[in-house]
């Protein structure tokens, strides 16, 4: 079993920055894939990023790319995630999840463990 608990959330204003943290108990988070997903109100849940067990392949959704960066400390089980130039779409609550096996996926349905989440919100 692993144990997933998002923090950093909160209110910004729009073009500022934020960095969430994904810190992880239980099984070796190390040697997993991670990922950040996003849910806005009446949407379904979307992909953001992912990376690697090592950290050395990353995945970004179009959204996001150029203004998101997401990292990992395995030393700290803890992955990361840097928001800058935030938009009001980027409004929503963020979950990070990860799987059982080194290999990234996108796909929500791949993941089997999840955090709580954590809300952004983004005003104009």
């Known amino acids: 079993q692993v144990q997933l608990v998002e923090s950093g959330g909160g209110l910004v204003q729009a073009g500022g920055s934020l960095r969430l943290s994904c810190a992880a108990s239980?099984?070796?988070?190390?040697?997993?894939?991670a990922a950040w997903f996003r849910q806005a109100p009446g949407k379904e849940r979307e992909f953001v990023s992912t990376?690697?067990?090592?950290?050395?392949?990353?995945l970004y959704a179009d959204s996001v790319k150029g203004r998101f960066t997401i990292s990992r400390d395995n030393a700290k089980n803890t992955v990361y995630l840097q928001m800058n130039s935030l938009k009001p779409e980027d409004t929503a609550v963020y979950y990070c999840?990860?799987?059982?096996?080194?290999?990234?996926?996108?796909?929500?349905?791949?993941?089997?463990?999840w955090g709580q989440g954590t809300q952004v919100t983004v005003s104009s």
């Open positions: 999840a990860t799987r059982l096996v080194p290999l990234m996926a996108v796909n929500p349905a791949a993941f089997g463990y």
């Open positions: 239980g099984r070796t988070y190390s040697t997993y894939a």
């Open positions: 990376i690697s067990w090592t950290g050395g392949s990353t």
